[in-house]
């Protein structure tokens, strides 16, 4: 099991193993993990280690940036191939392109991540227990930032 987050102080993005027993700690400061939330050796996580949040959802270890940059490979050479008349390898690409994304999609493992931090958990012994993403509850904690953001412009204005 590890973790991959952006430490609260420094902004640095450190990605650590997880052992039973250890805190969570920034690779660049002195930042440390202060939630009591403990390392679960089976099972699951309560909450984030890094912002004591308690919820937390589930989605593929999948990066986006993969995904789209088969798409706009595939698209382009896919138009080059149709500029040149070659159609059957025009749809071949984009066929070729469509299975990939469904192979990558069924083939990555799942990752846990923090609705307020965005904190990712990687290799966690159960992941069953978690719920998909919610765009209500991502939205919920979209606008809770922005209104601490608002808040603390407003009182560091104020001082
Ligand atoms: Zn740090
Ligand atoms: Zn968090």
């Known amino acids: 099991m590890n973790i991959t987050f952006a430490c609260p ?13 250890t805190a969570v700690a920034c690779l660049q ?10 390392i679960p050796l089976e099972g699951t996580l309560d909450e984030c280690l890094v912002c004591g949040c308690k919820e937390l959802f589930i989605r593929k270890n999948f990066s986006q940036r993969i995904g789209v940059a088969v798409v ?7 138009l080059i191939a149709w500029g040149y008349y070659m159609w059957y390898t025009a749809f071949g690409i984009l066929f070729a392109a469509a299975l990939l994304d469904l192979y990558l999609y069924f083939t990555v493992g799942n990752l846990l991540q923090c609705y ?7 290799g966690l012994p159960q992941f069953d227990e978690y719920e998909a993403f919610s765009l209500e509850t991502h939205e919920r904690y ?8 608002e808040s603390q412009a407003v009182q560091s204005k104020g001082a």
């Open 29 to 38: 400061c002195d930042w440390k993990q202060h939630t009591s939330a403990q």
């Open 142 to 149: 979209r606008q809770q930032a922005i209104r601490l953001a």
């Open 9 to 21: 102080e420094c902004d640095h993005t450190s990605r650590i193993p997880l052992e039973p027993g």
């Open 72 to 78: 706009v490979i595939a698209a382009t050479t896919s």
């Open 116 to 122: 307020r931090c965005n904190s990712e958990y990687r």
